[in-house]
């Protein structure tokens, strides 16, 4: 079995879960995913932002929670390490899958690393940017959990 598969890195924390879309594969033509909202993603997709660019030892990306926020991030090409807390519980997942998201339910920290060479994230935000709704200190997030 592969050790990396998806199936085997259940997700433990809270508010999170994985996304699967639509491949259509080409073959040599290459794949086709598919997001619709509602339908792959549980909520009204009201913003897209991709990430790329990344210089793979040193970046660091995330380090913050939402308020209300709900996201799924996706690694469309290459591979990095999502780390998730949800204010008791945290884990890593290894994100390398074009077609395999995860939500980014609201409070829940999450911090993106380890991104390989020509890495890109593409994250479904269910709305627009807003930074009031960031969290960004990890204290405030872990009270913001705890008033839960
Ligand atoms: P941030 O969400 O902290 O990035 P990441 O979680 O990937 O590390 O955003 C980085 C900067 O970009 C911050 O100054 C806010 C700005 N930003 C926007 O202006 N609009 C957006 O939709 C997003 C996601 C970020």
Redesign the pocket.
Known sequence: MDPHDIHVQDIHVARSGYVELTKINDGHDGNLCVLEQHRDVPFEVK?I?Y?NNLENCVSI????AHHELEQVIFCINGSFVLKLDDGETQQEILMYRDHVGVVLGRLLWHE?HSFSTGCVLL?A?SDY?D?SD?IRSYDDFLQCARDH
């Open positions: 913003r932002y990430i990306r995330g380090k913050h993106m994250i935000a940017y930074e960031y």
